[in-house]
């Protein structure tokens, strides 16, 4: 099951679900760390209670279904773009970026792209919708946004021991305001991004 509570659009109707990628990813909004995007394709047949409970989905981040999904995808694929990307291309390009290059590393190729958010160049000649709050609506986007957001997380942990006075295994490497007094107290380490305003610190 593709569909949460929200149709595909008209045209799209009669796309069969294990040929439907669902495609997010995570980290836009940090000041520190890589974008990681991710892309699933799941079994028609697929059913979680965890992952289609969106009030659930909304309070808490199920780190248990990552291997689940994993596990039982038709295809599925997670791609990280660093930050000397980002400070190049800026975020909105390196997330799109991101989705390009997890559907790039799909060994299954999807036929109908449902894409988080509301913008999306396209990828291919592979027809695309674009749903903002899409994590919210489709079980597949959701997937992807366990996997980006898990994948994300646990590459922070990791810089994390390398720069523990920023205490990203806690903040990710988002603008929290005891991580913006860790800068203005350490300064900027590599992995911070260029395009946000430390001004505003």
Excluded at 78 to 93: A, K, L, T
Excluded at 110 to 119: F, Y
Excluded at 173 to 189: N, S, V
């Amino acid at each position: 099951m593709v569909r949460l509570h929200k149709p595909l659009l008209s045209e799209y109707k009669d796309y069969h679900a294990s040929h439907i990628a669902g495609c997010d990813h995570a980290g836009t909004g940090a000041i520190a760390g890589p974008i990681v995007g991710a892309a699933v394709i799941l079994p028609s047949a697929f059913y979680n209670e965890v992952l289609y409970n969106t009030k659930k989905l909304a309070t808490t981040l199920p780190i248990h279904l990552y291997s689940i999904i994993q596990q039982h995808a038709v295809g599925w694929s997670i791609s990280m773009v660093d930050h000397e990307e980002i400070n190049r291309s800026g975020v909105p390009n390196a997330a799109q970026l991101a989705i390009h290059k997890a559907l790039d590393q799909l060994k299954t190729l999807p036929n109908l792209l449902l894409v988080a958010g509301r913008s999306f160049d396209g990828y291919k000649t592979i027809p695309h919708q674009c749903i903002p709050q899409g994590d919210q609506i489709y079980a597949a986007i959701t997937a992807a946004s366990i996997l980006a957001k898990v994948y994300r997380d646990r590459y922070m942990e990791k810089l994390d021991k390398d720069f523990p006075a920023y205490n990203w295994k806690k903040n990710k490497g988002y603008a929290t305001p005891t991580h913006k007094q860790i800068i203005k107290q350490f300064g900027l380490t590599l992995y911070h991004r260029k395009s946000f305003s430390y001004k505003e610190i």
